[in-house]
């Protein structure tokens, strides 16, 4: 048996619980790396999110390799197996060329601020089907935050986005219980939205839709405006101690919702 904790669960599985768990499915396609259960082939992060229960965006497929190789099953990536203790490395990325980037000449430096402030728009709660109802918000570009409140770890949880409507947003949360690939944000938080609030959490909403910058008043009907808010919020959230964001973070996960949708499929 292996006691591991993921996604700040605790979990017990042994070899005989993955099979049946997995049982009563089939194995997708497989990008990159494989474990090998009873002479099938399975995706790793497939075989870890029908053990555990979690959502693929919830853990990395590097987790998922490390603990079906201390089960003891065969995982392996291409044609061939990995050799013992090399389950958890990354993929092999070329090795870069020794660079001193000081010698290049300076052109000019920038430095921006960003002040955006957050109004508490409401709160999120069921309504009578078991689906998120939203508080009323505006059709206007903007920012939004869930905020989860904190476990009894005193850990804050956050989900920070943003939208050209803010209102238009929140409803496709509210119906995001197809399975289309185009909408595994919108579901992955629906369904965080409604474990939550049936367990007896609260969420609170905010939105921002005014932001600064050094040159002004920021124009949030252009994309790119929005995008700049949004990714100061986040860093700022996932830097604050205590704090745990579910954004997932394209440059630190191997595996992601909208920028990575191939390893995401292991």
Known sequence: MVEFRLDGHAFEL???RVRQRIASH???S??????????RRWPVKQVIALATGLDRGRFQSQDSRRLLAKLGFTVGAG???????????????????SFDITSLPELERLQV???LVWRYAGAVVLDARGFPQFPA???????YRFDFGMDEDGTRTLYIGESKSLARRASNYRNAKTDRSTQRTSRRIHQEVVKHLKGG????????????????????RRTAARRFAENAAVFIAQTTTDTRVLNVDADLEEATDEANGAEDAE
């Open 201 to 220: 959490g609260t969420i609170e909403f905010a939105i921002a839709t005014e932001v600064r910058s050094d040159n002004g008043v920021l124009d949030l």
């Open 137 to 143: 918000l505006p059709r206007d570009p903007g920012l």
């Open 79 to 97: 044609a061939s197996p990995l050799p013992a203790g090399q389950a958890t490395l990354t993929r092999p990325r070329a090795q870069a060329a």
């Open 14 to 16: 042994t070899q005989e």
């Open 113 to 115: 601020n960003v002040t």
């Open 30 to 39: 497989i990008h990159q790396y494989w474990v090998e259960i009873d002479e």
């Open 26 to 28: 089939h194995p997708e």
